[in-house]
């Protein structure tokens, strides 16, 4: 087992860091009251966080991402969610070989 | 059976079947570790103190002999800046946890743990337990993953070859379903994607979902500064 001291060091700032990102959640909304249309706009956070991850990878990959993004789409809309990754992960594996 | 249990069940019930995307990560993280010259205990010691895949690989990517202590920090923190909106907003469905059960769900805060808290906020009150359910199966798969991919990591040379990068997106895809049918989704999303995308083209391809999530939460609230002055204007 080796532990170097400094690189001990970057991951406890690393690990404090990302803990920071967490807790800072939380000051953020005992700051602000949140009501009329602040509310409305934290009410927006989930779709929001959801697309900004979604569609740079769906959309400004490539061809197989985008259809196979389609294809996990209308899985989910039927299929349990375990189903529904696979057949993205599936169909993206097919694609990627089909058309790069 | 009781109540804590049943949901503690619920959460796993519903973890289970995603579990092979931290798997997937966690191997490739400690593979990555171990290439750019961690031990398998400091990769997962890592792994199990900053949680976070997306900001550890990103860290990993600019990580050389001497660290460049900043850069790595920087580095990790600009990846998981969406920890803070994800914080912010499962909060207020948190409030009637315990001080010490709502500092345990933010300190801990993942991406499954989140979405299916705030799906399960649509129909019904989120409760400590169920949360739980969710981050401990991923937890301890993190840090095993780690560790399993520190030492085993050779056997795979390339990991998109097996389309597992895709698996965290395609989670993604089918968590934002319920969304769709709020009012004011389809502008909303409309915002987020195309700012998102234009961020990464433009260059910043760690802050991309942050910088896309506040233009969509901006446009949620013009649309209400409209239907404000709409309802105030007859």
Redesign the interface.
């Known amino acids: 087992m080796s532990v170097d001291a400094n690189t001990l060091l970057v991951i406890i700032g690393m690990a404090l860091a990302t803990y920071l990102t967490r807790i800072a959640g939380l000051w953020l909304l005992q700051l602000a009251n949140v009501r009329g249309r602040a509310r409305s706009a934290m009410d927006a956070l989930p779709p929001a966080v959801l697309m900004a991850v979604i569609a740079p990878t769906v959309l400004a990959t490539g061809l197989a991402e985008t259809l196979a993004a389609a294809v996990t789409m209308l899985a989910a809309f039927r299929l349990p969610l375990l189903v529904a990754v696979a057949a993205g992960v599936a169909s993206v594996v097919g694609l990627r070989a089909l058309i790069g | 059976m009781t109540a804590a249990k049943q949901e503690f069940l619920d959460g796993l019930r ?1 973890v289970l ?2 579990l ?2 931290p798997v997937s990560f966690s191997f490739i993280t400690g593979a990555i570790s171990v290439q750019k010259g ?2 398998a ?2 990769a997962t ?2 792994s199990a ?4 895949g997306g ?2 690989l990103l ?1 990993l990517e600019v990580w050389y002999e ?2 460049a ?1 900043l850069l ?2 920087l580095a ?2 600009s990846i ?13 469905k948190i409030n009637h946890f315990t001080p010490v059960q709502r500092w345990l769900t ?2 801990t ?1 993942n991406d499954p743990a989140w ?1 299916m808290s ?1 799906i399960r906020h649509l129909s019904r009150q989120v409760s400590f337990w169920f949360i739980f359910g969710i981050t401990v199966p991923i937890y301890l798969i993190w840090e095993f993953g780690t560790l399993a991919g520190a030492l085993l990591g050779k056997l795979i040379d390339d990991p ?5 990068d ?2 965290f ?9 319920p ?2 049918k ?1 009012s ?2 389809v502008p ?2 409309l ?7 234009a961020a ?2 433009a260059g910043f391809s760690a802050m ?14 013009l ?3 409209r239907r ?1 002055k709409q309802v105030q204007t007859p």
């Open positions: 519903l079947p995603i092979v995307a961690l031990s205990f400091e010691l890592m103190t900053v949680f976070a900001g550890q860290a001497p660290q202590w790595v920090m990790a923190v998981n800046v969406r920890f803070a909106l994800q914080a912010a907003s499962v909060q207020r933010i300190a805060l979405g705030e998109t070859k097996l389309g597992l895709f698996a997106v395609g989670i993604f895809i089918a968590l934002a379903l969304f769709w709020r004011g989704a909303v999303a915002a987020s994607g195309s700012v998102a995308i990464k083209l991309y979902v942050f910088i896309g999530a506040m233009a969509g939460v901006a446009m949620a609230g649309l209400a500064a404000a």
